[in-house]
DNA sequence: ACGCGCTTTGACCGATCGGTTAATACCCTG
DNA sequence: CAGGGTATTAACCGATCGGTCAAAGCGCGT
């Protein structure tokens, strides 16, 4: 018997070969599938290997979970690292950041999905989860915080809250919603771009109320509430 | 044997107060532990019962289920409904309508994550959840109808569910953000207000850009994009 | 006291789950 | 060819699940 060592990715050739088909079929099974469907044997079967070996590689099915929510969570930061990272007014970036997710949303709608369902079962994932979205929102805060007040209502935490709400139930409210609620496929390329305009007009409608609401350029810090 | 019927609701006292204990079992469970704790013996044990009487009452476990949602469902529409129903401007009653909804989930917290968990894993009821999402669709746009385009990225649809996505989500993720990453306990008196003062400061925004962006009083009906 | 119908019980079923293990096949090196 | 580490396999384990069933308990009218 071997350590599994799972982790280290630069091992001999036919073993990662063998390793990435268990987690590539892991993958496709959470897309196509969904979580409640990841089972050892469904994953052995679907890359053509014996259920041992899920273990073998791998260790378990959580470990296993867990490198396909960890590869989804890096795309997606590097995803939105190069919408933001353009030059160009904040305003022009934050629109780029927004397109840059929706992007990566039309691309991976599984990740919806799968994040949600952690946080909204309190899933054994919950830890890595919680993580990775205290990572993003430290992120864009740093990077609001030219526009809002620190603390209060109007602090970058709520609007990062408020947005990434609005895209990711999108993506997962919608398409329950169906045809016959939502009016159209609501995966349709025209419903998705609609969706784009609705959020890009949202986000601008926040920067002109916030513009009107906050008296000089720079943010004062107030604490109290708002209304 | 005898029908199961657990649907009339006027039937013998002692025959409904066993079938309620059940129920009630059920609800603690799932709003105590989640959906997935929710088993035939876990609710048989907590209502200190047979484990067959609740088959013998509510036929299934997925029925039980479907009976603590359509509960909460039909609270829920009962406040939208109290709180949307007084007189005053349309701005007012959306006010209202939100702190109404913003009151009915902090009291029943485990409902956002109930459904949202259905959403998001696909789960067996989700023809239940779409029914009912689908009616509180239905009637939000048509409040909406005098303020916003009947078609396009600014229909009321759009806003409905950027709304609600910003309030329900607030309660499935911020908790699990945590005091460590959202700044105090999310769940906190204080927090809660900020909260919704963000969310209303939001709804007053979005009418403020509505009224600018949409030249006369009423609703123009463009079906294209902005932006 | 009897019987009848509703209620309650514990035992049981088959399926599925994650995970283990001991034996075997494979392959490369000496 | 021998040996040893790696890869692979089938069989097996205990736990849990939803659900069923036949028998037993029980209350009540006759």
Redesign the interface.
């Given at each position: 018997m071997v350590p599994p060592s799972p982790s280290t990715s630069d091992d001999k050739s036919p073993r990662r070969a063998r390793a990435r088909a268990i987690l590539e079929a892991a993958e496709a099974i959470l897309v196509e599938e969904?979580?409640?469907a990841l089972s050892a044997r469904a994953v052995a079967e679907r890359a053509g290997v014996n259920k041992a070996l899920v273990f073998y590689y791998w260790g378990s099915t959580a470990e296993l979970f867990e490198r396909v929510l960890e590869r989804y969570y890096a795309r997606h930061k590097d995803a939105l690292r190069e919408a933001f990272g353009q030059d160009g007014s904040l305003e022009e970036r934050l629109h780029r950041g927004l397109d840059g997710y929706l992007d990566f949303m039309e691309a991976n709608q599984a990740y919806?999905?799968?994040v949600?369902?952690q946080?909204?079962?309190?899933g054994p994932h919950?830890a890595l989860?919680?993580r990775h979205?205290?990572e993003l929102?430290?992120a864009t805060s740093e990077l609001l915080a030219a526009l809002t007040p620190q603390?209060?209502?109007?602090s970058a935490?709520?609007f990062h809250?408020?947005l990434?709400?609005?895209v990711?139930?999108?993506f997962?409210?919608?398409p329950?919603?169906?045809e016959?609620?939502?009016?159209r496929d609501p995966m349709s390329a025209e419903a998705l771009?609609?969706?784009?305009?609705?959020?890009?007009?949202?986000v601008?409608?926040?920067l002109?109320?916030l513009d009107?609401?906050l008296p000089q350029g720079t943010r004062p810090a107030p604490t109290g509430?708002?209304?």
């Open positions: 969904g979580y409640e919806a999905r799968l949600q369902q946080v909204s079962t309190g919950l989860v919680q979205l205290g929102l430290g603390g209060g209502p109007l935490k709520h809250l408020s990434s709400a609005a990711i139930n999108y997962t409210y919608a329950v919603l169906g016959e609620h939502w009016g771009a609609e969706r784009r305009a609705h959020l890009h007009w949202m601008d409608a926040w002109r109320a009107a609401t509430g708002q209304r």
